[in-house]
């Protein structure tokens, strides 16, 4: 197997667990807001696995894109547009997303508005990374698999 196919299987793996940790911290942030609960550490740790998951995923794209830009510019049409343009500034906004969503909610002092923040945040951000996955089912990931 190639270097770069291997990491593309990496980077599809990942986004489970990217996705799994996305959708756990925005359930305990919007519960926390909703039932003016305090922050628990374990709810904490997802919000911060989150991050950590996102940049792994934005630096194994990075590479994966470097390696394979050759190939991305022989591509033809909506394809190369996706993924030279779409895909990866979709991404990069959605990590930027991410990474606000936990830094400002860090510095807020009230715990239901640092719930807030990271609902929010987080939520814009799951938007964006579901739109730009190539899955299966789409025009662009067709005949692609799930990993």
Do not use: C, D, N
């Amino acid at each position: 197997m190639e270097s770069a196919s291997f990491l593309i299987f990496l980077h599809s793996l990942l986004r489970y667990g990217l996705l799994a940790f996305l959708l756990a911290s925005l359930f305990f942030a919007w519960r926390g807001y909703l039932l003016q609960r305090p922050i628990l550490v374990g709810e904490r740790m997802a919000t911060i696995v989150t991050v950590v998951l996102a940049h792994v995923q934005l630096l194994l794209g990075l590479i994966i894109y470097m390696l394979r830009f050759k190939a991305i510019g022989k591509m033809a049409g909506l394809h190369q547009r996706f993924w030279k343009f779409e895909h990866i500034g979709t991404m990069v906004v959605a990590i930027v997303l991410i990474t606000l969503g936990r830094v400002l909610a860090k510095r807020a002092k009230e715990e239901r508005r640092k719930q807030l923040l990271v609902g929010v945040f987080f939520l814009l951000a799951l938007v964006l990374i579901l739109w730009a996955i190539p899955w299966p089912f789409t025009e662009i990931g067709h005949g692609r698999e799930w990993l």
